[in-house]
């Protein structure tokens, strides 16, 4: 986000777009004359994920820049309102046909194979989808499963892989994440 921030060589710039950053004050040792890269660093190592991506929006905002405009737009699918929409994925048959009813506000509508795909119709937190809140959500879905949290993840694991088919890459990427636990974000086998 450095990189952004126009030069100003009095540092005025610097001070007045990283005061928002952190609420603490400037310290003696954070110099915004002698690097602004070093400065803005200093003042965003200590922020969450979904600080930072606020910190960024109002950076695109005030500066522009398609490079950081790319990488926040891969931090959170979320729809025109802000609210995630449209998780449709793991078909394990024919692929779902999908209508765009409402374009604006994107609003969508399977009207053929919805029985081969998954569609999570949750809000999505801050941080993202998890593992846990997937299984959590499968649970929903199966709760013949409600008693049996090792069972929940069994059953959905193998629902998901199950969409992947024969792909053999794929099934090496997936079983591989899974083995590395439910704490992570869940990896969502594509439509």
């Known amino acids: ?22 609420p603490e004050p400037q310290k003696p040792d ?7 890269r070093i400065y803005v660093r200093s003042r965003l190592q200590r922020k969450t994920l979904p600080e930072l991506v606020d910190i960024a929006r109002r950076v695109i905002s005030e500066y522009g820049d398609e490079d950081l405009q790319g990488l926040v737009g891969t931090l959170g ?7 995630m929409k449209n998780l449709i994925f793991a078909a394990d048959g024919p692929k779902p046909q999908i209508v765009l009813p409402d374009s604006i506000s994107n609003t969508i509508r399977i009207v053929k194979n919805e ?21 959590a959500w499968w649970v929903r879905q199966h709760p013949e499963h409600a008693d049996d949290p090792t069972g929940a993840r069994v059953s959905m694991r193998e629902r998901l892989r199950r969409s992947l088919g024969d792909n053999g890459a794929e099934l090496l990427v997936f079983d591989t994440y899974t083995e590395l636990g439910f704490d992570l974000p869940a990896l969502i086998p594509q439509v």
């Open 1 to 22: 986000m450095a990189a952004i921030i126009p030069y100003d060589p009095a540092g005025h710039r610097h001070r007045t777009v990283a005061a928002p950053l952190s």
């Open 30 to 36: 954070e110099d915004p004359f002698h690097s602004k």
């Open 115 to 135: 029985q081969y795909c998954l569609v999570y119709d949750q809000p999505l937190e801050d941080r993202g989808l998890s593992w846990s809140d997937l299984v």
């Open 77 to 83: 699918a979320r729809g025109v309102d802000g609210e």
